[in-house]
């Protein structure tokens, strides 16, 4: 598995979008890796009326639509969350391939690190499959480490349930991967690229029981798993805040339906991805063929207590959403800082 020094990176998010957002993170010293925000093949229709977010502190609500500027809450971050009611990038991977070679390309210090880079994509089975092809490609024609990470878990795309809440589903996936994985050790002679998936929030146990269903059977189908690492978790959907300004109470957040609801992340996801986290990594280890795949754990951390917290329950690397566009690319300085004051050993143990 890549190794992620330190074992701290953001996670894909809106904040994550742009040219001049990825040099930032990719910039900074305190970021072990880059996550690209989520991207489809043929790109994203966004539409600022109705692809949206907000942050929220108690009842006090700072909004944003998802391209103006973004006024930063006075209340102590571990008390921030967000809301969101956006799809995915209007950026398609290519373009964003190019923009993770360019990078690579003009960092004057290539020869000294080689900070990976995680590009995020969503789709059916078969442009899974063809986002991998276009990733291989790239890793085989620069010196660029990327890796891929399959979003099965957005919560707001209407129709679209997140694949990723059924074995049935994920199998489908990884038995693409599977297949293709094959064709690229023929064609380039290597094993191909390291690849994750994002999960929802689990919420009972036969969905935790689902996913290393589906992760144990894959190597018995093809005699590997595809997976390297998941990325827990997405975001919670299905919810609701309500201007309370308003005396009819609408919502706070247009969405494609009308009705607001989207997917809640930060300081109130907290428990639930650290029950994530746990939860899986307790269930891979338990299973000698997949106890390999590493985790990611996302979700309302904001500080360093939140990070150690992370670490301790089973996380390889800890990425970062809401906090991260709330303070910019600081946070990740502030996380390690407070980190190493509370517990060193940590810290200079961690990577991915």
Request: aromatic share 8%.
């Amino acid at each position: 598995m890549a190794y992620f020094s330190p074992p701290l990176l953001n996670s894909a998010s809106p904040w994550a979008t742009t040219n001049e957002d990825l040099q930032a993170l990719y910039d900074c010293p305190y970021t072990g890796a880059v996550t690209v925000r989520t991207s489809l093949l043929g790109g994203f229709n966004h539409d600022d009326t109705i692809h949206q977010y907000a942050f929220l502190t108690g009842h006090k609500t700072f909004c944003t639509s998802s391209n103006k500027a973004v006024e930063t809450p006075k209340t102590p971050m571990e008390h921030v969350s967000s809301l969101n009611t956006l799809g995915y990038s209007e950026i398609s991977l290519v373009p964003y391939l190019h923009m993770v070679h360019e990078i690579r390309r003009n960092d004057k210090m290539r020869f000294q690190r080689m900070k990976p880079f995680i590009v995020s994509v969503s789709g059916q089975a078969h442009d899974i499959v063809e986002c991998y092809r276009c990733i291989h490609r790239m890793n085989h024609e620069s010196d660029a480490k990327i890796l891929m990470e399959i979003n099965l878990s957005c919560p707001n795309i209407v129709g679209k349930p997140p694949p990723a809440y059924s074995k049935t589903e994920l199998l489908e996936y990884f038995d693409a991967l599977n297949l293709d994985h094959q064709r690229n050790i023929r064609e380039y002679e290597n094993d191909g690229i390291e690849v994750g998936i994002k999960t929802p929030p689990y919420t009972y146990q036969g969905q935790f029981d689902d996913l290393i269903s589906a992760l144990s059977e894959s190597t018995t189908r093809s005699r590997r798993c595809p997976i390297s690492f998941i990325t827990a978790t997405n975001t919670l959907g299905n919810c609701l805040v309500l201007d309370s300004t308003e005396h009819s109470t609408p919502p706070v957040l247009n969405s494609a339906s009308g009705a607001g609801i989207g997917g809640l992340a930060g300081a109130a996801l907290h428990p639930l991805a650290l029950g994530n986290v746990h939860t899986i990594r307790r269930m891979l280890d338990s299973h000698e063929n997949i106890r390999h795949v590493s985790i990611i754990g996302v979700g309302g951390v904001s500080d360093g207590a939140g990070f150690c917290r992370m670490r301790n329950v089973g996380a390889d690397a800890v990425a970062v959403g809401t906090a991260f566009g709330c303070e910019g690319v600081g946070i990740f300085k502030k996380i390690l800082e407070e980190s190493n004051a509370r517990n060193a050993p940590i810290l200079s143990e961690g990577g991915f």
